[in-house]
């Protein structure tokens, strides 16, 4: 017990781990971009978002996607960066809350429950913008521990 404890409570050991899975996690959503099957489901699931939905019309299915793929790579060098310049981490979890709070205002434009039983059953859709909740909790925890080393070293 005393060693879970140990472990658990080094939050900056805690922290590297979460920023490199995190890192990760965008680098994967990343490369899915780059898939064409992914570009098409993308487009359909931003149809009928009043802002997301200039992105396929003005881009193309294809070009919208890749250009989200991109940012979310930029995002992930950010995060990996985080690990020797604070400050890049900090801009990286920025860019993380700003692509969850993008993602997660879907939920307002989209169905999301199960059809013909309604709330709280989610449909899959629904699944998978709700994970984002816990995506986005996380950068904000990762932004908040990169603003502090900021803080710190400028003490």
């Known amino acids: 017990m005393r060693v879970l404890l140990d472990f658990f409570s080094n939050r900056h050991t805690l922290y590297a781990i979460a920023r490199f899975c995190y890192g ?3 680098i994967a959503f990343a ?7 992914v ?3 993308l487009a359909e699931l931003v149809k009928n ?3 997301l939905h200039l992105g396929p019309l003005l881009l193309g299915n294809i070009g919208f996607s890749y250009l989200l793929g ?13 690990f020797a310049k ?6 990286g979890g920025l860019l993380a809350i700003i692509t969850f709070l993008t993602t997660l205002s879907l939920l307002f434009f989209v169905p999301i429950w199960i059809d013909n039983v309604g709330a709280p059953f989610v449909n899959s859709r629904g699944e ?7 995506l986005l909790a996380a950068a904000i925890m990762l932004t908040s521990f990169d603003a502090q080393r900021i ?3 400028q003490l």
């Open 39 to 41: 570009a098409i489901s």
């Open 24 to 26: 990760l996690l965008f």
């Open 128 to 134: 998978f913008l709700f994970k984002d909740f816990g």
């Open 86 to 91: 604070p400050r890049l981490g900090f801009y």
């Open 70 to 82: 991109c940012v979310e790579f930029f995002c992930a060098v950010l995060i990996f960066s985080g």
């Open 151 to 153: 803080k710190a070293s």
């Open 31 to 37: 490369t899915a971009k780059f898939n064409d099957g």
């Open 49 to 51: 978002h009043p802002l």
